[in-house]
């Protein structure tokens, strides 16, 4: 069973800088790896999607990396804005229920306060 | 391009009363996916739909939960009857199907059961 675990739970910053946030998962078998942002109330925004077969993707002050060999990926905020405070959620997707059943699995979050 | 549609985005009901959360995807797509997100948790995955197919139920609480796709587009998700720990948000995402796609997620329905 794929289980994904996301530290910290819970990081706090002051704005201005970089920040990482780590993500891994048990089972290297995936076909892909997705970021999520979800901000109080709201439903999820994708924010990146990391094929099996890459090794980063960047979008804006956002780059994701995957290693998927031993089961880690980071996710990296350059310059955080106070506008980045939010939870995020990393999912791996895998044919965990048979053919066809290409199900996310998702992490518990990290929630991010960026400090003016 | 218009985002996957969810509704209501809230609802209380009282335990053993029943309830139904609507969902349009984004158009085209052929995944359809509800999960269900307990407060403080990642969302876990109930039913998933291609097509009008379901292809994975397997974490469905079938004796309560019961989840349609009409003709291959719109779906509903019904509990009957609802328990305090269904209390949770409610998330429709879909796909245009296969294993590379990317999800694309709702507001969600958030489900308070007194």
């Known amino acids: 069973k794929q289980e994904v675990t996301q530290i910290p739970a819970a990081l706090s910053v002051p704005e201005g800088e970089n920040l990482v946030l780590n993500c891994s998962f048990t089972?290297?078998?995936?076909?892909?790896l997705q970021w999520f942002r979800q901000d109080p109330g709201k439903g999820l925004t994708s924010l990146l999607l990391?094929?099996?077969?890459?090794r980063e993707q960047t979008s804006g002050r956002l780059n994701a990396s995957l290693d998927k060999s031993s089961g880690r990926s980071t996710l990296y905020i350059a310059a955080s804005q106070p506008g980045d405070s939010a939870t995020y959620l990393c999912?791996?997707?895998?044919?965990?229920?048979?053919?066809?059943?290409?199900?996310?699995?998702f992490g518990k979050g990290t929630k991010l306060s960026v400090i003016p | 391009e218009a985002g996957v549609a969810q509704s209501p985005r809230y609802k209380i009901i009282e335990k053993r009363q029943s309830v139904a959360f609507w969902c349009n995807p984004i158009s085209g797509h052929a995944t359809l996916y509800w999960y269900q997100q307990i407060l403080g948790q990642g969302p876990k995955l109930l039913i998933q739909?291609?097509?009008?197919?379901?292809?994975?139920d397997s974490q469905l609480p079938k004796d309560r939960f019961s989840a349609e796709r009409l003709k291959g587009v719109d779906s509903t998700l019904k509990i009957q009857p609802a328990k305090l720990e269904d209390s949770a948000v409610y998330l429709c995402?879909?796909?245009?199907?296969?294993?590379?796609?990317?999800?694309?997620f709702g507001q969600g329905t958030r489900l308070t059961v007194v």
């Open positions: 995402a879909s796909s245009l199907g296969g294993r590379n796609t990317e999800a694309f």
């Open positions: 999912a791996v997707r895998g044919a965990y229920s048979g053919a066809g059943s290409y199900q996310l699995t």
């Open positions: 990391i094929q099996s077969s890459q």
């Open positions: 739909f291609q097509n009008n197919g379901v292809v994975d």
């Open positions: 089972d290297s078998a995936i076909y892909n």
